[in-house]
């Protein structure tokens, strides 16, 4: 089995005291020798200069970096546009997604799915970059039922993924099944588990809300009885993340990719409970 691999996720900030919390956060993860870093991508195109700036820096410090890209909204041209940015810069990895409209902002563009976004990186840049896609063990809030989610994942990695990287999930037989059913459906690609820390209550139900992702009701039940102590809330989380990745890790897995919003606490704390 290839060696396990480690990345961290972070957004590109928006302010200077943003950026400088981000070089902190990043100083503290580096040692822990992540194979890549990669950063998220405002749909329609609001962060590209601030994704840019953000996988510029990164790969400056010596790490590998992934900058994400969505394609909702987009041309054919603006898109080659940035990826011609990308290898200009030597960034040789991507993180290719659809992305979700915000609402009220403009066309569809000429892109309607993640597929048509690889097939396309594929056909202008070859081999160049290696293509990481979204997995959804719980499958995606839209999808029309989970066969057709799975088809539709299986579509995106045969048009050239090499690794796919899944939405957050609590419940790691959802991950085990999901796996399977990709490997029947002949995806052989690394499929790489995305864990996200929990640190605050209203914000973990807020996105477990939009992306679909479940938080089971004992967790939930828990977390809500902590009220504003964050410090119970903190340890807690970090049981029930440490509790997730082992067995994760235990059932085999190609690595984790850690949702760090841009902290590095709640992360490090895992890693040092996982004696990674
Ligand atoms: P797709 O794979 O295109 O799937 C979207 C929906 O369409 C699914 O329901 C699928 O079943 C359906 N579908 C797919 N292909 C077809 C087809 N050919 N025909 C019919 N139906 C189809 N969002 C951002 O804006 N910026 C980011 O940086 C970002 N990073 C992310 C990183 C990870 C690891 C993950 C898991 C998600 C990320 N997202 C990000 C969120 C993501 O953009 C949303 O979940 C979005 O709604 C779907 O993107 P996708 O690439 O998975 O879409």
């Known amino acids: 089995m290839q060696d396990r691999y480690y990345s961290f996720e972070f957004f590109p900030p928006k302010t200077a005291e943003g950026a400088e919390k981000l070089r902190n956060t990043r100083a503290q993860l580096a040692p822990l020798n992540p194979k890549y870093i990669s950063v998220t991508f405002g749909a329609g195109g609001t962060t590209q200069q601030g994704t840019l700036d953000a996988v510029l820096e990164i790969q400056r410090e010596g790490i590998e970096a ?72 719980e499958y995606h809030p839209q999808a029309r039922s989970p066969r057709h989610d799975l088809e539709n994942f299986v579509r995106k990695v045969k048009a050239g993924a090499n690794s796919a990287i899944t939405q957050y999930f609590f419940n790691a037989d959802a991950y085990f099944r999901f796996l399977d059913d990709a490997r029947a459906m002949g995806v052989d690609v690394p499929i790489v588990p995305g864990i996200m820390p929990i640190t605050n209550y209203s914000q973990l139900m807020r996105f477990s809300e939009m992306c679909g992702a479940e938080v089971p009701r004992w967790v939930a039940k828990r977390l809500e009885g902590f009220g504003d102590d964050r410090e119970s809330i903190r340890a807690f989380g970090l049981d029930v993340v440490t509790a997730l990745c082992e067995r994760l890790l235990a059932g085999g897995v190609p690595g984790l990719h850690f949702y760090t919003l841009n902290a590095a606490g709640a992360t490090k704390a895992i890693w040092q409970r996982l004696k990674l």
Request: aromatic share 10%; net charge negative; charged share 25%.
């Open 66 to 137: 992934a900058p994400h890209l969505s394609c909702v909204g987009s041309s054919r041209e603006s898109i080659r546009a940035i990826l011609q940015q990308y290898r200009d810069g030597g960034i040789r990895h991507i993180v290719a997604l659809r992305g979700d409209m915000p609402s009220g902002m403009g066309e569809i563009g000429e892109f309607r799915y993640a597929n048509e976004l690889v097939e396309f990186i594929r056909a202008e840049t070859g081999d160049w970059f290696q293509i990481e896609v979204a997995a959804y063990p």
